[in-house]
């Protein structure tokens, strides 16, 4: 088997990029890379698809290594290269798993959980008072989710964008509104809190002290990603855990954040950190802590599923990011579904990622075409 082509896509509204990988044995694999500028040029960028074009897409470890030696030049290790190569190996793992007629997590390991728990990632609406996000997290619940998160960001209009610093009435103001949800909600529904990367330690602090007794699933991003250090001493000061990880690539790059038990749980996004395989790199990395997976994601149905197979073949998965209800495209992306009950995924047995596209619904929501149809004009 040799492949033939590699193709990419960039929908809208929101700007998924999908990737497909085409074989001379008529497999095709699919794949979705984290979304970015210029990621799905990336994907058909001459100098990632040279290591590609003509080899055996079931070597895909090796194939893995050799996109980033043909692209050390150009990221190496991050950012949108890696973006892009981490969805042409999830594309890779979904054609070996096909040809072989087993799904992907068996490939990884084989699985510990036929159900993958979901967190929807909720927004308060237009009016941020503690009582809409107590409605929000409520009808959230009710529709089965036991796990929400919401974010504490502060207005521009009331903060330094600088000094990471943050006042006393946004201090009272976010604890009221944690407070205030995490008292509506069942006592076995978690709650995190994604503080998006904005503050000082010392301020986050204050936050993170003040919500010691809420029981909290998270604190999420406290501080910006690039000071491990940094988030070591946040992380040592507070009873209220903290979860980091999507703005890591790689193993080398989550090496330093779990070796110095930086986090509590960490939380790749697996369409940028490297794909599947060293997904499951991170993972093990991790597990060697006791630290828990709890995956970022905000991607499409593609990826989702993806995902679903590194945390079915983990042993220390926590719960995965789900970013898109009631979104218009999210149902229509894939031929199979409902995908998400009762909060959960249960993990495709059909071989590959055990999902196919609507090529139709595609093409009717394509924002770029880059060689994923071949019979469109390249836009």
């Not at 993990?347 to 609507?358: C, M, S, W």
Request: negative net charge; glycine residues 8%; charged residues 20%.
């Amino acid at each position: 088997m040799k492949i033939t082509h590699i193709g990419s896509v960039l929908l809208q509204p929101f700007p998924w990029v999908l990737v497909k990988v085409t074989t001379d044995e008529g497999i095709v694999g699919i794949g979705e890379a984290y979304h970015g500028a210029g990621v799905h040029q990336i994907v058909v960028d001459p100098r990632l698809q040279r290591p590609l074009l003509g080899q055996d897409p079931r070597h895909v470890d090796k194939l893995f290594r050799d996109m980033l030696r043909s692209m050390s030049a150009s990221g190496f290790y991050q950012g949108a290269v890696m973006s892009a190569i981490s969805g042409i190996e999830t594309a890779l793992w979904d054609i070996v798993g096909q040809a072989l007629g087993v799904p992907v997590w068996q490939l990884l390991g084989g699985k510990f959980r036929d159900r993958i728990r979901l967190y929807n990632d909720c927004h308060a609406g237009e009016v941020e008072t503690p009582a809409a996000y107590v409605e929000k997290a409520k009808g959230v619940e009710a529709r089965g989710f036991s796990a929400l998160k919401f974010d504490i960001d502060p207005l521009p209009s009331r903060r330094d964008r600088y000094n990471r610093c943050i006042s006393n009435d946004d201090i009272a103001y976010y604890v009221d509104v944690v407070t205030a949800v995490r008292q509506s909600l069942d006592r076995n529904t978690d709650l995190a809190i994604d503080a998006h990367w904005a503050y000082a330690p010392v301020d986050i602090l204050k936050i993170a002290y003040a919500f010691e007794a809420l029981n909290l699933l998270w604190l999420e991003d406290p501080i910006p990603p690039e000071n491990v250090a940094a988030l070591a001493t946040v992380k040592a000061a507070t009873r209220t855990p903290i979860c980091t990880g999507e703005n890591f690539y790689t193993r080398f790059g989550f090496r330093e954040l779990i070796q110095s038990q930086a986090a509590d749980i960490i939380s790749p996004d697996l369409a940028k950190a490297g794909g599947l395989l060293e997904g499951r790199r991170i993972a093990d990395l991790a597990d060697m802590y006791y630290i828990p997976l709890a995956p970022h994601n905000i991607g499409s149905p593609i990826e989702t599923v993806a995902t679903c197979h590194v945390c079915a073949a983990v042993p220390n998965f926590l719960v995965l990011e789900f970013h898109h209800l009631d979104h218009p495209v999210w149902d229509g992306l894939i031929n199979e579904g409902p995908l998400i009950q009762d909060g959960h995924i249960t993990v495709p047995d059909r071989p590959g990622l055990g999902v196919t596209v609507n090529e139709d619904f595609i093409r009717h929501h394509t924002r770029e075409n880059l060689g994923f149809f071949r019979d469109m004009p390249v836009s």
